[in-house]
């Protein structure tokens, strides 16, 4: 049965690898986030950490889905004449 949260497993297995780096993990959960079926990642993020981060709170992983979880800050704008003349 597919798991909708981890449909190819990555986080699973990240999970299991020995001394995996903070860099792996990120680099991991760019290619989780990009399988994912479901635009809105937060509810599979949530029940990820629920399912494995419990249990690992101090691995890598975990602290790469708890900040996938924060919202990115507001877009400001750049560009335009504004964005080209220098201010002083």
Same mark, same amino acid.
């Given at each position: 049965m597919? %798991?909708? #949260?981890? @449909?190819k497993g990555l986080i699973r297995e990240s999970y299991r690898i020995d001394g995996i780096t903070d860099g792996e993990c990120? #680099?991991?959960?760019? %290619?989780?986030? *990009? #399988? *994912?079926? %479901?635009? %809105?990642?937060?509810?599979?993020i949530a029940a990820l950490i629920e399912r494995y981060g419990r249990d690992a709170p101090d691995h890598p992983m975990s602290a790469v889905l708890r900040e996938g979880l924060d919202? @990115?800050?507001a877009a400001k704008r750049r560009?335009?004449?504004?964005g080209r003349t220098r201010q002083t």
């Amino acid at each position: 049965m597919k %798991d909708a #949260s981890d @449909p190819k497993g990555l986080i699973r297995e990240s999970y299991r690898i020995d001394g995996i780096t903070d860099g792996e993990c990120r #680099s991991i959960f760019m %290619d989780w986030a *990009l #399988s *994912l079926a %479901d635009p %809105d990642p937060v509810p599979h993020i949530a029940a990820l950490i629920e399912r494995y981060g419990r249990d690992a709170p101090d691995h890598p992983m975990s602290a790469v889905l708890r900040e996938g979880l924060d919202r @990115p800050p507001a877009a400001k704008r750049r560009g335009g004449r504004m964005g080209r003349t220098r201010q002083t």
